[in-house]
C-alpha cells in the first residue's frame, strides 16, 4: 500500500477527519537516521501527524515541528509542506526503550524516550514574521502532545492517534494515524458518539498492519457519515541542495572560511535530513569567499 492521506467531513460537516497511512515513509526515515525501534516510533509518529498537518495549508506554505523532551531521545525536529512531503532529524536514534510491567508490558515505551519538555508548530505563511505556538508534553507518547497542542495552541478541540509497528529486525511493519477536529457547529450527540468510537478503536499500526486502508479508518472513525474531500501522496523527501549548502558556507565569518581554504582545504556537509554529504574543494570555497566580497 502506497502512503496517501485522505481529508475529509464527517457527521454533517460537524467534524473534519484526516486519516494517513505512512510505512514507507516511516521506513525510510528509520534507514536514512538508523533509528531503534523507540526511537523509530517517536520520529515516526511525528512525522506522521506532520505530513497531515502540512496538508492544512496552502501550496506555498510550511510548518516545523520541534518535539524537545529530557528523555534519552532529546529532541525532534520535522518539516512540512502542502505537498505530503515531510523530512526529520533527532538528536539520539539509538534509543530502545520497552515497558517493563503493567497492561503494555513489552510495548515501546516511547513517553519514557521522549520525557517531559515541550511542542514547538513554527508556521511559514509566506508573510513577513513566521509563528510559532507551543505546548507542554503531555504523555511524550506524541498522539496525546499533539492532541493536546490543537486544543491549547489552535483552539480546535482535537483528537490525534497515531502508531508505528516495529518488526523484530527493526524494520516498520505499519504505521499510520488520524487527526479528528471538532466544527464550532458540532452537537452534543456528535461528540458523545466520537468518544465512544475513539475510546473503543484498535491501535492505529494495528489496523494498518490488518489491511486497512485510511478509507476504512475513517469510516470507522465517521461511523459510515465520511465525505472525502482529497486524496494526497505524503513521502519522506528531502530537497536540500549543493548551492543551498553554498550559501550557507557565505554565512561564515571570514576567519573560519579563511581556515576551511588554507588549513583544512576543503569542508564536507552532511544533511541532516538526508544524511547526503556535500565536498567543496578548495577552489570552490575560494570562490564562494570572492562572491560575498563583490
Request: proline fraction near 3%; glycine fraction near 8%.
Amino acid at each position: 500500500m502506497k502512503d496517501y492521506a485522505i481529508k475529509s467531513y464527517a457527521y454533517n460537516k460537524e467534524v473534519r477527519i484526516y486519516v494517513a497511512t505512512s510505512t514507507a515513509l516511516v521506513e525510510e526515515a528509520r534507514k536514512i537516521h538508523q533509528t531503534w525501534p523507540t526511537a523509530t516510533a517517536a520520529l515516526g509518529r511525528t512525522l506522521t501527524v506532520s505530513a497531515m498537518m502540512g496538508l492544512m495549508y496552502k501550496e506555498e506554505e510550511t510548518i516545523t515541528v520541534r518535539i524537545k523532551g529530557d528523555g534519552p531521545i532529546g529532541s525532534m525536529l520535522v518539516e512540512a509542506n502542502a505537498l505530503g512531503e515531510v523530512r526529520g532529524e533527532i538528536s539520539n536514534p539509538h534509543v530502545y526503550l520497552k515497558y517493563e510491567d503493567g497492561p503494555k508490558k513489552g510495548k515501546l515505551n516511547v513517553g519514557a524516550a521522549v520525557g517531559q519538555g515541550f511542542l514547538h508548530v513554527t508556521k511559514d505563511l509566506k508573510m513577513k514574521d513566521y509563528f510559532t505556538s507551543s505546548s507542554e508534553l503531555q504523555t511524550g507518547e506524541i498522539g496525546d502532545d499533539f492532541t493536546y497542542y490543537f486544543a491549547l495552541s489552535e483552539q480546535v478541540p482535537s483528537s490525534v492517534g497515531v502508531g508505528v509497528l516495529v518488526d523484530i529486525d527493526q524494520h516498520v511493519l505499519a504505521a499510520g494515524g488520524y487527526i479528528l477536529q471538532l466544527m464550532p457547529n458540532v452537537k452534543e450527540e456528535t461528540i458523545e458518539k466520537i468518544e465512544s468510537i475513539v475510546q473503543g478503536i484498535a491501535p492505529m499500526s494495528t489496523l494498518i498492519q490488518e489491511g486497512k486502508s485510511p478509507e476504512d479508518i475513517l469510516s470507522i472513525l465517521a461511523s459510515g457519515t465520511e465525505q472525502i474531500l482529497e486524496k494526497h501522496p505524503i513521502s519522506y523527501r528531502c530537497h536540500c541542495t549543493k548551492d543551498g549548502f553554498a550559501r550557507s558556507l557565505s554565512a561564515l565569518d571570514d576567519q573560519t572560511l579563511h581556515d576551511l581554504i588554507h588549513e583544512d582545504g576543503e569542508a564536507e556537509i552532511e544533511c541532516h535530513f538526508c544524511r547526503k554529504k556535500y565536498l567543496f574543494h578548495k577552489e570552490e570555497l575560494e570562490h564562494i569567499r570572492t562572491s560575498r566580497k563583490k
